[in-house]
């Protein structure tokens, strides 16, 4: 028989233990299901499957592509090897402007067309998503 | 000139660290009493790069272009402030501010524990010294803020438009203050941890340096808090950013070490705990220089940096890990007699499970910010991880952290009972009951806020109850936690009822939307010292009927040339009007965003009520009898 003192120490071990796995397993799990994943638009051309998660595009913005009226925002993402319509309503940052990098968060209706959510401001008028960055080098 | 002897002044400051680090290592083992060389070097080396500061301040008042880093980051239109703001608004100039608060901060140690042992002393300072000596070698090597450029340019780049703000001005070195202040703490726990000196004794005398830096930390994560809510236009606080987040995990994790300081000073138990916790603090600190200055965060705040800095912050931060893990397991002998019992009841159990959910919380944040990080160099697979990820994992687990909060403020050290215990369930009640009458008017039907909600307005009444009835016993814990209740309702409150209106206008033209209508009157220009201002007046009818004219302003920089939007808030008690306005280029159309934040200035408010409650306990000589 083991004394009451140890039982009450493995009892809490035991209690630590699966606070500890339960919280792992928690913290895993709503991990899967909000993370948004990054794409260039030649990324999302070799997509096999268009499924229904949130995702984000980097590329810059075409020139003389951005078409606007009172309700949407209309433009094009390109990282010079392909292109993909964006469309979006909500609040535009400043730094979005032709020829600079632009990151937008949304979902694909297929390969040529995005829906925006979201469009993220860069606070650096230098910054480049390092996709669009590594197909300008190759260039 | 200035950045000559700016340059030979660094130095300077690097010989005597040498000069520190070869007389304590001397005095260390030969003398009884301090010696007084010690003490003269540590000045000189925290005069000398006070002058390396100054002197690159200099060259940026005076826009002394020859130097690299003014050149990159100033220009001689800005206005004298953000001249000087330039200084620590770039990498190179943000680097030497951690110096100087590093030198500054061991030398106050210094003068300040003149009771403390010679060898702890002087040991605490041999840590601090491995640090500063790094962050020379760093600095001097891979960021050097006195590069010469030639032929001199005429003039600069300029400074990052939206760092041009008076919040973002002081946010850097208010946030510094807080950030290197642990490593104060860290080089002391070592240096306890060493001599095994980690008792109630230690805990009195570290205490400040904790609430210190505590405090700093807290106001700096606010006044970047505050500037994100109205210059990025986004009408949002946080955002749970990468950036942001490397901010918050220092800030739970130097929490945690706050309160387990007070169980340490008050029962001596939990001595181990707090040597890690100590350790952790400026190692998540050190974490977040490093993952802002290395751009291997997919942040929306990541600015323009440079890959080899980071490994070199890399490097020496498995260096200083190794060497606290090396201390904390081979030469820290926990030499605690007391044993750990806790009674189930007390004020140290509950502190001690709320230790639990704050290292939960900051195990989320820490993995939700850097899993994309280790997903990349696996996998090559760019991701973010969102806002719904934290608010998901944590919002549920604040709901019990409220209630201990509550609960454990009204139960006393080692041993409480449940007598006289009755009003905590009537307070819960009439919260519930409160909570569930502004729901029901509301019909909104959201399960983890009603319980959320009815958690903080417990401890907001329990806090406000001890107002009236401890005749103010512990006033600075019960400021603190009264301003942390009040945190939780007004984000609560500004998430609840919040409403925007976003549509592209063009001048003249006006939008209905719920009973609220927008017109766009007309556009001024005005020419300002270093930007043209683009000042909107928009006529906005709000559903009362009730008129107010709010001026949003686009400004055009010169140099460098970038557009930046100033929402003009209308901030009263209950509600804050915000708008924005967005030009969309080559195009007739104004990007609109009008937004009703209420509570809004009830957030920073009740912020400076916490901030307010740590700076009393300052001022007392015993936390609580």
């Known amino acids: 028989m083991y004394g009451r003192k140890v039982k009450l120490r493995f009892f809490f071990i035991f209690l630590i233990l699966i606070i500890l796995s339960l919280s792992v397993f928690l913290i895993l799990k709503s991990l899967e299901e909000n993370v948004v994943y990054f794409k260039s638009p030649t990324e999302i051309q070799t997509l096999t499957e268009i499924n229904k998660n949130k995702i984000r595009i980097g590329g810059m913005v075409k020139e003389n592509s951005i078409l606007i009226d009172e309700k949407k925002l209309k433009f094009i993402v390109t990282d010079f090897k392909n292109d993909i319509n964006v469309t979006y309503t909500g609040a535009i940052p400043n730094l979005f402007t032709e020829g600079k990098g632009v990151v937008a968060e949304g979902y694909l209706k297929d390969k040529k067309f995005f829906l925006a959510t979201k469009i993220l401001a860069k606070h650096d008028e230098n910054y480049m998503p390092p996709e669009v960055k590594s197909a300008l080098e190759e260039k | ?625």
């Not at chain 2, 005597?16 to 260390?28: G, R």
């Not at chain 2, 104060?184 to 805990?203: E, Q, R, V």
């Not at chain 2, 029962?267 to 181990?272: E, R, Y």
């Not at chain 2, 009730?546 to 009263?572: C, F, G, H």
Request: hydrophobic content about 50%; some cysteine; overall charge positive.
């Open chain 2, 1 to 625: 000139m200035a950045s000559l002897i700016g340059f030979y002044s660094l130095f300077s400051g690097l010989l005597c660290s040498i000069f520190v680090i070869y007389f304590s290592i001397i005095n260390f083992r030969n003398s009884k009493i301090l010696d007084k060389k010690i003490l003269i070097f540590t000045f000189f080396q925290f005069f000398f790069v006070i002058i390396s500061f100054f002197a690159l301040i200099i060259s940026f008042v005076i826009s002394d272009f020859s130097n690299e880093t003014v050149f990159n980051h100033s220009h001689t239109t800005k206005p004298l402030f953000y001249k000087i703001s330039g200084v620590w608004g770039n990498h190179e100039g943000s680097l030497l501010l951690w110096l100087v608060v590093l030198t500054l901060f061991i030398y106050l140690f210094l003068i300040k524990s003149k009771e403390q042992k010679k060898n702890y002393k002087i040991l605490t300072l041999l840590f601090q010294e491995i640090i500063i000596i790094g962050f020379f070698i760093f600095l001097i090597k891979t960021s050097n803020p006195f590069n010469y450029i030639f032929p001199i340019p005429t003039e600069g780049l300029g400074l990052n438009p939206i760092l041009q703000d008076p919040a973002l001005a002081i946010h850097p070195p208010v946030l510094y203050l807080g950030y290197v202040g642990s490593s104060i703490i860290f080089s002391s726990a070592l240096a306890g941890a060493t001599l095994n000196y980690i008792s109630k004794d230690w805990a009195r005398h570290i205490k400040k340096w904790v609430i210190i830096s505590w405090i700093f930390l807290t106001l700096g994560i606010l006044l970047g808090s505050i500037w994100a809510y109205y210059e990025l236009g986004w009408g949002g606080f946080w955002f749970w950013d990468p950036v942001e987040n490397v901010s918050l995990m220092p800030w739970l994790c130097l929490t945690t070490l706050l309160h387990c300081i007070l169980v340490l000073e008050k029962k001596n138990i939990l001595t181990s705990w707090v040597v890690v916790l100590s350790i952790t603090t400026f190692m998540l600190s050190m974490c977040g220089t490093f993952l802002v200055r290395s751009g291997i965060l997919n942040s929306v705040h990541t600015f323009a940096n440079d890959p080899e800095r980071g490994l070199f912050i890399l490097i020496f931060l498995f260096i200083l890990i190794f060497l606290s893990l090396f201390i904390f397991f081979f030469i820290f002998k926990n030499s605690n007699k007391n044993p750990t019992n806790l009674f189930w009841l007390s004020k140290e159990t509950s502190i001690l499970i709320n230790n639990w959910f704050m290292m939960y919380f900051l195990a989320v944040v820490l993995i939700g910010t850097i899993y994309p990080i280790f997903l990349e160099v696996i996998t090559s697979e760019k991701i973010s991880v969102g806002p719904p990820f934290f608010q998901k994992l944590i919002i549920p687990f604040l709901i019990p952290f409220l209630i201990f909060m509550a609960i454990g403020s009204q139960l006393k050290w080692v041993k409480s009972d449940l007598k006289n215990k009755l009003y905590l369930v009537l307070f819960f009640i009439i919260s519930l009951i409160l909570t569930l009458l502004i729901i029901k008017n509301l019909k909104i039907n959201f399960l983890t806020n009603t319980v959320l909600l009815t958690a903080a307005f417990f401890l907001f009444f329990i806090t406000v109850r001890d107002f009236f009835k401890k005749e103010f016993k512990n006033l600075s814990q019960n400021i603190a936690h009264f301003g942390f209740s009040l945190l939780i309702l007004s984000i609560l409150f500004n998430n609840i009822f919040s409403t925007e209106i976003i549509s592209n206008l063009k001048i003249g033209e006006t939008i209905n939307s719920n009973k609220i209508q927008i017109n766009f009157e007309s556009i001024n220009q005005k020419e300002k010292q270093n930007y043209k201002a683009i000042i909107g007046k928009f006529n906005i009818k709000d559903q009362y009927g009730k008129n107010q004219i709010l001026n949003p302003e686009l400004r055009i920089y010169n140099q460098p040339n970038i557009v930046t939007s100033e929402a003009d808030i209308k901030t009263n008690l209950f509600t804050d009007k915000f708008i924005t306005m967005n030009l969309v280029q080559n195009q007739d159309y104004f990007n609109i965003r009008y937004q009703i934040k209420p509570f809004m200035i009830w957030i920073w408010v009740s912020v400076i009520i916490i901030c307010f409650g740590g700076t009393l306990s300052l001022f007392k000589r015993n936390y609580e009898n």
